[in-house]
């Protein structure tokens, strides 16, 4: 069953910036984009194991820090190879300042 | 002596992955997290500035060729053409597959493109095969990019200064693609849906190659030869010349960049045509910062980082005896100082010793 997990205060993420966030064994990347929504993906690209929340965010789009993939981080879709997978995505809310994402 | 098989279906591929040189767990500097951001971030002025500069003297330099020929008056515009071709393009191809070099996307993809062909590299293939470098850089059996393998065959490194190993490959390969296939090692790093793309490639390169054929044998002249086709092995010396200083004479199979890559300070004309890839352990740690900030970069990791050879003749005047050394002692390798500031080298039997050998 679902539930919605307390990931981060809102403010731990600066615009058009990513955190990695490890949770129960599993590790995750949550986004701000340049209009102030968060997201929420798996933490890993799918073309090797890197963690993209040391990646480049840019409006939508998150680029992994090792061989340069894009993927929308709104809906996980791969817009630029290497990788050919696309990320799992994740429900995000934002209550009291705090980010939930619901695993 | 540790022998070495290069293919990446061989043996050392495998020994690779046992001896867990296959990892996304190599060194990086610590940079603060802002810091990096600012780093990484994207421009299109710098590289638009950049090309039209290249594109403009190529087509004066062409010209110039052109209108000189056939005195030997127009040999040096065709030098200068021929670096620009040979040697530019392959900058380009790498900044823009990196998607790095524009911050509009389209703006890389046109100009990967035209330099994927200069450079005789299927667009997609080498996509994915620079992708295996990043990933595996010279490890034996898994890099597919090792411009000096070793014992070191000086005869074939001397071939390569004009392109004839590079270019007969590119040619091989095209030829196979354009028949509708792509080769067992292509495979291994080659994801089975741009096959198409890479078959599609090859035909329509094929036929402008063909085409350029027909037009010098119509004209009688080796004048469209000299334009398209030909600058990649007349031109790609300083390529071949810097690319050499990337990793020649250092370590391979280390999980640590400051190792196996070399940083070189070069003169402006060098750093326009190779696009600041000079700061190459740099670039390595850090793919995603733009060329045009790699000083930038330098400047804030220097603290970590061997001392970067002053200038091309220094770097030579450092690898070139290691390269004649391994060709009978192949192990051996130029194990560079680290200032007292850094942090250990990481996954090297010497790893913190900071001794030259």
């Not at chain 2, 802002?34 to 002025?45: F, V, Y």
């Not at chain 2, 515009?77 to 597959?97: I, K, N, P, Q, T």
Request: aromatic share 10%; proline share 6%; charged share 20%.
């Amino acid at each position: 069953m679902s539930q919605w997990i307390d990931a981060c205060s809102a403010e731990d993420i600066d615009a058009e910036e990513a955190i990695r966030f490890d949770h129960g064994g599993r590790t995750f990347a949550i986004y701000r984009n340049d209009k102030d929504e968060y997201y929420c993906t798996d933490g890993l690209c799918t073309h090797e194991d890197v963690h993209l929340a040391d990646g480049l965010v840019m409006e939508n789009t998150i680029e992994c820090p090792k061989h340069s993939s894009i993927f929308d981080f709104t809906t996980g879709e791969v817009e630029t190879p290497p990788a050919c997978e696309n990320l799992h995505t994740y429900p995000v809310k934002v209550e009291g300042g705090r980010v939930l994402i619901e695993l | 002596m540790r022998s070495r098989d290069y293919s990446l279906l061989g043996p050392d591929a495998d020994r690779a992955v046992a001896e867990g040189l296959v990892t996304t767990e190599w060194y990086r500097t610590p940079v603060p997290k802002k810091q990096m951001k600012a780093l990484m971030q994207r421009a299109d002025q710098p590289a638009i500035r950049d090309t039209v500069l290249l594109f403009a003297l190529m087509i004066g330099f062409a010209a110039g060729g052109i209108v000189l020929w056939p005195s030997a008056w127009s040999l040096p515009f065709w030098l200068a053409y021929g670096v620009l071709y040979g040697s530019a393009m392959d900058s380009r191809w790498h900044e823009c597959g990196h998607g790095t070099a524009f911050r509009t996307r389209w703006m890389n993809k046109v100009v990967y493109q035209i330099a994927s062909f200069c450079m005789i590299r299927d667009p997609h293939c080498w996509k994915f095969s620079h992708a295996r470098h990043h990933s595996d850089t010279i490890i034996v059996g898994r890099d597919p990019e090792i411009a000096i393998m070793r014992p070191t065959d000086l005869l074939k490194l001397a071939a390569n200064l004009v392109g004839l190993i590079d270019v007969w490959d590119g040619l091989k390969r095209m030829a196979v693609h354009a028949s509708g296939r792509v080769l067992p090692d292509e495979a291994t790093y080659l994801p089975e849906s741009s096959h198409v793309s890479v078959i599609r490639t090859a035909r329509i390169w094929v036929l402008i190659y063909a085409a350029t054929i027909a037009l010098a044998i119509w004209m009688g002249s080796i004048l469209p030869l000299l334009l398209i086709g030909l600058p990649r092995l007349y031109g790609c010396w300083h390529m071949v010349m810097c690319g050499w200083l990337q990793h020649g004479g250092l370590a391979d199979n280390v999980t640590d960049h400051r190792l196996n890559s070399r940083t070189v300070l070069m003169n402006p004309v060098s750093r326009f045509i190779y696009w600041n890839m000079n700061y190459h352990v740099e670039h390595h740690m850090f793919p995603l910062v733009p060329y045009f900030r790699l000083p930038d970069l330098h400047r804030a990791i220097a603290f970590d980082l061997p001392a970067p050879c002053p200038s091309i003749a220094a770097g030579y005047v450092e690898m070139l005896p290691a390269l004649v050394r391994q060709q009978t002692d192949p192990d051996f390798h130029i194990r560079r100082l680290l200032p007292a500031s850094a942090s250990p080298y990481q996954g090297h039997p010497t790893a913190g010793m900071s001794a030259a050998q």
